[in-house]
């Protein structure tokens, strides 16, 4: 425990923030400088890679949810083991030596996820304080649940830290395999004054689609062009937005477990397509996902806030498509990614994590319970020494 009351009375710690997403294409590793100020928390500095699985690994990560207990008992060692592979390789690639790191925040990968029930994500943190000699905190949405609430979306703590504005209602918008928003009201001084949500599906369904199309050559719908080569099939997209989750009330949190293969494979069977109609499929989830996010807007948000900014990062902004739609549906408001603010897209998630796992040592709250329907603000993660 003297590690841990060590990093508990500084000011500033070094750490490595570690997530792979419900895409389940890669692993984000971020390595960031953060420091403890009058009870907030600031970035100074963060070095990023990301780096993709292999296809036979990515694979094997979307038949998990399926798995028996011995499959997701060993997984949980041979995820972490890989994790050790990646940040070894992160290090050399860097220059950086593992006595540079004071801590480690590793959100694992989700394998299932029961909105206010329970979450289960694997990769061992034993193995990762074993191999570095550094402690770990792991395991970041349980405490949540087990204060009533929905232990996601997390990384509204780090989008109130990073982009609140006195002047502006800020959208801060994360397109991944799920997609989700902060909705940061102007002047907002305190974390409990955000709001936040998981809107439906980022990229999961698009990238489902895509590699059943290509026969696995393809995992996702580079620049947008099948997509393109589509044209929106209004009746798919009306049945899917009468999805009931689209419609749900607050607070709400989701994963692959309803916007994954069961959900697409129900859609290819309701409305019979055949694989040279795939590019009209893809074409509307693309679509789908900007309504979704829309919707939620317009449902809980849009008679109180005008948004005068969007702030978006993840996987779907290199989509154009998508952009595109996200444009048409907030004419008058300003897009911009989170690149623009210092904060580069692709490292945001893993940004959060150690942020969380920082926050953790400190004895900061991390789950904001005006959005996650939680009981009271807890401190998340477990930490293995």
């Known amino acids: 425990m003297s590690s841990i ?23 984000d ?21 990301e780096y993709a699985y292999s296809a036979e690994f990515k694979a094997w990560l979307h038949r998990l949810p399926e798995a028996n207990a011995e ?57 990762l304080a ?49 997609a989700n928003f902060t909705l940061i009201p102007a002047g907002a001084m305190r974390v409990d004054e955000i709001y936040a949500l998981d809107t439906g599906p980022g990229n999961s369904l698009i990238d489902l689609a895509v590699a059943m199309y290509t026969g696995g050559a393809q995992t996702f719908d580079r620049d947008g062009k099948i997509a393109r080569a589509g044209r ?19 607070p709400k949190s989701t994963g692959r477990e309803v916007f994954g293969k069961k959900m697409l494979t129900e859609i290819i069977t309701r409305f019979e397509l055949k694989k040279p109609e795939f590019p009209d499929l893809i074409a509307t989830l693309t679509r789908f996902t900007a309504a979704a996010i829309y919707a939620n807007y317009q449902q ?35 897009v ?3 690149d623009d603010y210092g904060v580069k897209s692709a490292a945001k998630e893993a940004l959060i994590f150690a942020l969380l796992a920082a926050a953790a040592v400190w004895g900061i709250p991390g789950n904001v319970p005006n959005v996650t329907g939680a009981k009271h603000a807890v401190v998340l993660g477990k930490i293995s020494l």
């Open 232 to 250: 929106i099939r209004q009746d798919i997209l009306s049945y899917l937005m009468e999805h009931s989750y689209i419609h749900a009330g607050l």
């Open 336 to 338: 911009k990614r989170s």
């Open 5 to 27: 009351w060590k990093l508990h009375q500084e000011t500033d710690l070094n750490v490595l923030g570690l997530m792979s997403g419900t895409s389940m294409d890669g692993l």
């Open 130 to 178: 074993e191999a570095f000699n550094i402690p770990v905190v792991s395991d970041f949405r349980v405490r949540d649940i087990a204060a009533g609430g929905s232990g996601a979306p997390l990384v509204p703590f780090m989008d109130f830290l990073l982009f609140r504005n006195v002047k502006k209602n800020r959208l801060v918008l994360n397109i991944g395999g799920i």
């Open 29 to 49: 590793i971020c390595l960031v400088k953060i420091a403890k100020n009058c009870g907030t928390m600031t970035v100074s500095e963060y070095r990023f890679s």
């Open 300 to 334: 809980f948000f849009a008679n109180k806030f005008t948004i005068a900014e969007i702030i978006a990062s993840g996987g779907g902004i290199e989509n154009p498509v998508m952009m595109e739609h996200l444009k048409a549906y907030f004419p008058a408001v300003s």
């Open 71 to 127: 499959s997701l008992c060993q997984a949980n060692f041979t995820i972490s083991e890989t994790y050790v592979e990646l940040i070894n390789r992160f290090l050399r690639e860097q220059k950086i030596s593992g006595r540079e790191i004071d801590l480690i925040g590793s959100h694992g990968q989700t394998i299932w996820h029961v909105h206010r029930h329970s979450t289960l994500q694997l990769g061992e943190a034993a193995v």
